[in-house]
């Protein structure tokens, strides 16, 4: 079995959220149950704009990147790269039935359905967005 997580939850796995907790128990339940996570490569890139954004804020020190870096390399997560020909359609498609301006989100939604299986998000208007159109996504709460 496997999941699929979006930049979201890892983050709120990373650095200090309030959300913190959901996505810790979320993913103690995914290792104790041999789930394997997976994500579209563009998450580290999300992960890294996140992070930046925190530092420029001043809610991250600079300092600690390099250790958030290790952490997320820990999880294990196994990432997927964009195949120009294959998915490029597809990830369209999604991308219009989202009705959203970026593929990014529908680069999670087109894996889970490759791997049949679900998005896992804290995303609420993604995963209710998505839900209203049967696309695999479940908020975590």
Known sequence: MSVVVDASLIVA?????ERQDAARAHLE???DAGEELHAPAVLPYEVANV???LVFDGDLDV???PE???DLAALGVQFHPF???EDGPALAGLTAQLRR??????SYIH???QLGTQVWTLDGPLARNAADRGLPVKLVT
């Open 101 to 106: 301006r970026h593929a990014t989100d529908s």
């Open 111 to 113: 894996l889970a359905q």
């Open 63 to 65: 300092n600690s990147v």
């Open 13 to 17: 796995l990373l650095v200090a959220d």
């Open 29 to 31: 339940g995914w290792l």
């Open 83 to 85: 195949r120009v020909p």
């Open 68 to 70: 958030t870096w290790s």
């Open 51 to 53: 992070l930046a954004r």
